[in-house]
């Protein structure tokens, strides 16, 4: 009903966006392309509550008692498992679709932060490395940029089977932010369109993904653990055959989990919410008895201090930020809208990374663009948020009488709606019910 | 001139001795009956001569070492290679050096599918035919079959130069025949050479992009 005229009456079939999605369709023959992740509204932590302790749990002194927050990943097989502060770690995203000075901030402030940035989609930047102590390297289906040196020089590496923001999809880095560097890391030339192949180009299921595991531990002497990384889809059949492939750390990306570009219709329409993902990765680490043996990585949506915590009580070892990322460096903010206006958006609702016009500098490769991100603040800023996120996760550890943050559990929380409590199996609070569990 | 047979030295004691040898060293490996990743990542100007068949992702991301199989290789032969040469005295299962950025890859015999599959700078001769769907998304380098090529050759192709000697049984979207001018007579003679394939270069005819499909186009939908 419009605010104006009461008698107006919205259709909820047909919204305004819907008709404008319909005209914009009509007008152009193509459909929609955009960035970052799902919008639509789906159950997420924040149906979820803690239970913090009362008569029958008693909490931990804030500011006080110790609530630690290290994190060891990938020491099932790799001689060098990764050491993290905080469980708060930086998801994949390529030079090409962010700036160098975004990366670099990426890697300065995962680095004050204690914990760990992830490449792309192009390879590894010099920059990234430099800057980042402890760096990811994704091994994806395209292979930009694939150098065993690299590989090398990583301290883990993340074979990328699909992300939550698009499974099944490959991606597509347009002419327009492929400047010579970038071309030249993607042995291509400049200026067309780069499509990001949608499955690997040397094996075709599980039982392949396997040797090539073994491989990528031969090159590289059975040192760097081997995340393997999957958008959330069938979650408790993909973790499963990732462990029996020979995984260390598996990486599930729900549908919120942010994207530089893919059709509007994938984001929104292909993969389940982070919350029941998780539930579904632990339910498969559990059943194989490698729960906390092969750890679990969580993103997709996670904003708040909240969201690690619901994570890591549903059974996660850590999660992975990369819209909210971004967020910290500058992207949305207000200091900008008006030039976000001027392309068509407006602080907080900029979605097109791939038109490589970003007016924060971040998801471009225009120079001058890119120079309005000093990555000694952006890190500063990314770093601030980080530590904020872990006090936050503290916070509510302690309120649940917790001396590390992995002895959260799911009985530590009930859910707010009967969606949220079947899909992350924790009772509608004030009741025992889980929909879904003991055939109820 | 050091011998590992396989049958008393795991995958893994081979990879390292291979990994740790010095430039001008040789090695010679047996009994691989079809093992996995074997002789993987070296970075030195090896020589290694392996008598048998062997599995998946043989001297995969090679860089400057000499390979050489005595028998059939299995997926992802060269995968990834950034220097160096591999040879493989018979035939070649799926994509075949996949990915690879450099050096030189020989196929005796034939290779199957995929072959050269998003290729980003390696040079592959292949003395027999090749499978379909070969040098699809082919960024650069050259792929040269002394055979027949299976359906879709080049699909989606981008600078890879296609040399065939034989048929082509269909050509992908956007790869078309182009004119063998002087200097790809010439850069195909020089692979012709070093890979020790004795044709003469006027049999060969020459592939590449239309480059039609370089930016997205709404009209070329049709296309896929």
Redesign the interface.
């Known amino acids: 009903m419009s605010k104006d005229n009461p008698t107006l009456i919205e259709s909820a079939t047909f919204p305004r966006h819907v008709i404008a999605e319909i005209q914009r369709a009509a007008k152009?023959?193509?459909y929609d392309i955009r960035g970052f992740g799902a919008k639509r509204d789906i159950p997420t932590f924040d149906d979820l509550v803690f239970l913090g302790a009362s008569t029958s749990r008693y909490p931990l002194e804030g500011y006080r008692e110790k609530c630690t927050t290290e994190v060891v990943l990938g020491n099932r097989f790799a001689k060098n498992p990764i050491h993290l502060k905080t469980p708060v770690t930086i998801a994949g995203m390529s030079f090409g679709s962010l700036s160098a000075q975004a990366k670099e901030s990426l890697g300065r402030g995962a680095t004050l932060a204690g914990t760990s940035t992830t490449t792309g989609d192009g390879g590894m930047t010099p920059e990234e490395r430099g800057h980042s102590k402890t760096l990811i390297y994704q091994y994806l289906p395209?292979?930009y940029g694939?150098?065993?040196?690299d590989?090398r020089r990583a301290d883990a590496i993340e074979i990328v089977l699909g992300q939550g923001a698009k499974p099944g999809g490959g991606g597509?880095l347009?002419?327009q932010k492929i400047s010579p560097r970038v071309a030249q890391m993607r042995?291509?030339?400049e200026?067309?369109?780069q499509?990001s192949?949608c499955r690997h180009?040397?094996?075709t299921g599980p039982d392949?993904l396997e040797?090539?595991i073994?491989?990528l531990r031969?090159?590289?002497?059975?040192e760097k653990p081997i995340y393997v990384k999957v958008g959330a889809t069938r979650v408790f059949y993909d973790v499963t055959l990732a462990v029996k492939a020979g995984a260390d750390v598996v990486v599930v990306d729900g549908m919120q989990g942010g994207t530089a570009a893919t059709q509007d219709v994938f984001i929104e329409h292909v993969g389940i919410p982070t919350l029941p993902a998780v539930r579904m990765a632990v339910e498969a680490l559990q059943e194989m008895d490698m729960h906390r043996k092969v750890q679990l990585i969580v993103s997709g949506g996670i904003r708040s201090g909240a969201d690690v915590a619901k994570a890591l009580a549903l059974g996660a070892d850590a999660v992975s930020i990369g819209t909210a990322a971004l967020i910290a460096l500058g992207d949305q903010s207000p200091e900008f809208d008006d030039e976000y206006k001027a392309i068509g958006s407006a602080a907080g609702f900029w979605d097109d990374y791939q038109q490589g016009n970003d007016p924060a500098g971040i998801t471009t490769q225009d120079p001058e663009l890119a120079k309005r991100l000093d990555p000694i603040l952006g890190g500063r800023r990314l770093a601030n948020y980080i530590n904020v996120l872990t006090l936050e996760l503290q916070t509510l550890a302690r309120a649940c009488g917790k001396s590390h943050v992995h002895n959260l559990e799911p009985e530590d929380m009930v859910a707010l709606t009967m969606e949220a409590a079947a899909m992350a199996g924790v009772p509608l609070a004030g009741t025992s019910w889980i929909p879904g569990k003991n055939g109820m | 001139m050091a011998t590992i047979d396989l049958n008393k030295s795991t995958i893994r004691e081979l990879n390292e001795k291979l990994q740790g040898g010095s430039t001008g060293d040789k090695f010679i490996v047996n009994n691989t009956v079809g093992k996995h990743a074997l002789s993987v990542g070296l970075t030195k100007e090896v020589d290694v001569e392996i008598n048998g068949h062997v599995g998946y992702y043989c001297a995969g991301m090679n860089q400057e070492a000499s390979i050489k199989i005595n028998g059939n290789a299995g997926p992802g032969l060269a995968e990834n290679m950034m220097s160096g040469e591999v040879r493989v005295t018979g035939n070649a299962s799926q994509y075949a050096a996949a990915t690879a950025h450099g050096g030189l890859l020989v196929i005796e015999g034939d290779a199957s599918s995929r072959c050269g599959i998003s290729m980003k700078g390696v040079n592959i001769v292949v003395g027999g035919n090749i499978g379909h769907m070969s040098a699809f998304m082919a960024q650069s380098g050259s792929l040269v079959v002394c055979g027949d090529a299976g359906d879709a050759l080049g699909d989606s192709i981008y600078e890879t130069k296609i040399y065939v000697r034989g048929k082509v049984k269909s050509l992908g979207t956007d790869c078309v025949e182009k004119d063998m001018k002087k200097e790809h007579k010439e850069e195909l003679a020089k692979l012709l050479d070093k890979a020790q394939m004795n044709y003469a270069v006027d049999e060969f005819k020459r592939y590449g992009s239309a480059r039609k499909l370089y930016n997205f186009d709404i009209d070329q939908v049709d296309e896929y």
């Open positions: 152009t023959g193509i395209s292979r694939m150098n065993p040196d590989l597509m347009l002419g042995n291509l030339p200026g067309i369109d499509r192949a180009p040397d094996w392949d040797i090539k073994q491989e031969e090159i590289t002497n059975w």
